[in-house]
């Protein structure tokens, strides 16, 4: 078995190198990403390992079926990227890493939380200039606030348990209603309207598929809570940018945190200090001072990249024996 991992970073590098070392497994890795250009260097390899920002699209995927590509092992839990139909007709099979850590994404979404309520990148900027004036720093207590949760899965269900020791009250929304949460942690299941219209602050831990692209936009701004925080550490495009921009400029949203962003394929995990950024959007956005925006790094942490790549050579191994992933992709 032979696999060519793209878009490798020094940052998952000697994680990936660590768990590929204990297998029969050639591995080569190449910081490149996948597209149509550079989807030749997968010439005679068996399997491919992608990351989000990869294009896995019909015309990349059916290049890799050429150049024998067999198996496709993604290194990540979203595979919104990848065109699941494209890769059934031409016989690829695709697996994902599905429960590398709900931690570290749901930690991340309160840490974006807290520094937007706490002005902490603000207090930080005053004070490295000698500057200990707090005027302008008021934010509110968490206790006794109503959290919206959409998406209650892996990362929601630890995101709503994190949010219950913080006295606050829950309401969630999700096609499946988990037990637990509604009894051991409050939750209330709401409709969409209602979590939008009830809570003051709302996190988003749905997958991006047909039914959740855009589904956060004007008309559910519209009835937000005047002030509303927002914390997207799901898909970008499950929020409409345009919208977002909207409702921040007229103030609906007092505070918005985002992890991930609709067009973030074009400059996350990018270094564009030099060049600039083209995408006038997001350019707004990092210059407005109630919003504080990572680069798709919730699952950075020393724990999520470990269970990352076991369960990718894992996955690759049950390829090399004839095996179904237990995390195949449907
Ligand atoms: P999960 O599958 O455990 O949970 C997703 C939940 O969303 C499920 O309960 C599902 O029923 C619900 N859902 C599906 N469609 C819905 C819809 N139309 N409306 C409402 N709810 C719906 O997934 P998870 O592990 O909790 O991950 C959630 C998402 O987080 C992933 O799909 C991925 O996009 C994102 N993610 C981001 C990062 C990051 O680094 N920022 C890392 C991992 C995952």
Redesign the pocket.
Known sequence: MKILFYSVRAFEKPYLQNAGNHHDIQVVFTEESLDPDTAVLALNFDAVSLFTGDDASATVLEILKEMGVKYIALR???Y?HVNLSAAGRLGLEVANV??YS?Y??AE?AVALLLALNRRLTESHKRVSGFNFNINGLTGFDLHGKTVGI???????SVMTKIMHGFGCKLLG????E?DELQQKYGLRYATLRQLCAGADMISV?????K??YH?LDRELFGIMRKGVTIIN???GAIIKTEDLLEALENSTIGALGM??YEREKEVFFKDCSKTGIEDMALKKLIGMPNVLITS????LTAEALTNIADTVFQNVLDWQHGKSPASKVP
Do not use: E
């Open positions: 990540s839990a979203g919104d599905p429960d709900p570290a994404i991340h959409i998406g209650t899965g892996r990362i929601g929304y999700d096609i499946h988990n831990h749905a997958p991006l598929n039914d959740t589904l550490t799901a898909r992890d991930v798709h790094h919730a699952f």
